[in-house]
């Protein structure tokens, strides 16, 4: 331990605070939540893909969602599982791994918004242009989308993490469950006004965008339904949108809630937690809300168990 103390590209991370009792407990929940997004995101994505009659834009821009879950997941909860029966005082992690995690945490966080702008877009066009639908969300551009969702959020979160990356460090110890930009540019002892404006300018302007594209596409979606006098397309059309726009507010509310939280210093150990929370709570509602209100999905899901009963029964009389 001792050569860790002087070596400034090891440095100590406070992760989550569990007592020693509450060790046990804490790794077994945060390992089966962990286990059952892998399994209902990875699932979704291979049902989807398998099924050809689910080959469609709503439900291949899904796969995106799913995908981009488990990789979030993924960056933070296998080394808080590896941190929860170590010692606060002995959980060191090296500089460039820390970098990595946070890279991964933001582009999460960056790409969980992008990609529910542009399924927004596709209800939009489903329910304000259903003739046209076939002819805008072809194959080609439900590619483009979900590349430019990607590498609008890789871009904002490279210049992010490089603004950091060119500090030099003074300091060795971050406050928090899980590397972040914010807890990596507080190692520095430099002035840190171009990573505070670059930071809170990136998060204005994808939250700004990511609101308002939601927010008039619902507004107009609203109008349509108002005006339209069918009754059963209505109804389809609601329940569609009802799913998409409550993984929405879920994850605003995980992305909100530290933010809130770290305001108060009474708060802050919860907000610590909070933050995890987004790596944590929408990846795990996500595939249960969509399998569950999307009919077809269902369908799928519900034929698929189905199938297994009875090939487990044929087996068994053989």
């Known amino acids: 331990m001792e050569n860790k103390t002087f070596n400034m590209d090891v440095i100590s991370?406070?992760?989550?605070?569990?007592?020693?009792?509450?060790?046990?407990?804490?790794?077994?929940?945060?390992?089966?939540?962990?286990?059952?997004?892998?399994?209902?995101n990875i699932s979704l994505v291979v049902l989807i893909t398998m099924e050809r009659s689910l080959h469609q834009p709503m439900y291949l821009l899904f796969c995106n969602?799913?995908?981009?879950?488990?990789?979030?997941?993924?960056?933070?909860?296998?080394?808080?599982?590896?941190?929860v029966f170590t010692p606060v005082t002995e959980r060191y992690v090296h500089y460039i791994d820390c970098v990595v995690q946070a890279f991964c945490a933001h582009f999460h966080a960056g790409t969980s918004h992008t990609v529910l702008m542009i399924m927004a877009f596709d209800r939009y066009v489903a329910i304000c242009n259903p003739l046209r639908y076939a002819t805008i969300m072809t194959n080609r551009m439900v590619v483009k989308l979900s590349a430019g969702a990607w590498v609008a959020a890789f871009i904002f979160v490279?210049?992010?993490?490089?603004?950091?990356?060119?500090?030099?460090?003074?300091?060795?110890?971050?406050?928090?469950?899980?590397?972040?930009?914010?807890?990596?540019?507080?190692?520095?002892?430099?002035?840190?006004?171009?990573?505070?404006?670059?930071?809170?300018?990136?998060?204005?302007v994808i939250l700004s965008s990511s609101l308002g594209s939601v927010t008039l596409t619902y507004l107009r979606i609203t109008i349509v339904c108002l005006s339209?006098?069918?009754?059963?397309?209505?109804?389809?059309?609601?329940?569609?949108?009802?799913?998409?726009?409550?993984?929405?507010?879920?994850m605003l509310v995980a992305s909100f809630t530290p933010m809130i939280m770290h305001r108060r210093p009474e708060w802050a150990?919860?907000?610590?937690?909070?933050?995890?929370?987004?790596?944590?709570?929408?990846?795990?509602?996500?595939?249960?809300?969509?399998?569950?209100?999307?009919?077809?999905?269902?369908?799928?899901?519900?034929?698929?168990?189905?199938?297994?009963?009875?090939?487990?029964?044929?087996?068994?009389?053989k």
């Open 228 to 250: 339209n006098k069918n009754k059963v397309l209505n109804s389809r059309a609601l329940q569609t949108c009802a799913t998409h726009l409550a993984v929405y507010l879920i």
């Open 13 to 40: 991370i406070e992760g989550l605070k569990v007592s020693p009792q509450s060790s046990v407990p804490a790794f077994i929940l945060l390992l089966l939540i962990y286990i059952f997004i892998m399994v209902s």
């Open 269 to 317: 150990d919860n907000g610590k937690v909070a933050s995890v929370m987004f790596h944590v709570l929408p990846p795990a509602l996500n595939p249960i809300i969509y399998g569950l209100q999307c009919k077809e999905l269902r369908q799928k899901i519900v034929s698929v168990f189905q199938n297994n009963k009875v090939m487990d029964v044929k087996s068994f009389h």
């Open 65 to 83: 969602m799913s995908i981009n879950d488990v990789f979030g997941a993924t960056a933070v909860i296998p080394r808080l599982l590896s941190d």
């Open 158 to 204: 490279a210049i992010l993490l490089g603004l950091t990356i060119r500090l030099t460090r003074c300091r060795r110890l971050i406050i928090n469950p899980f590397c972040d930009n914010a807890s990596l540019f507080k190692l520095s002892c430099q002035n840190l006004l171009i990573n505070h404006i670059y930071g809170l300018g990136s998060a204005v």
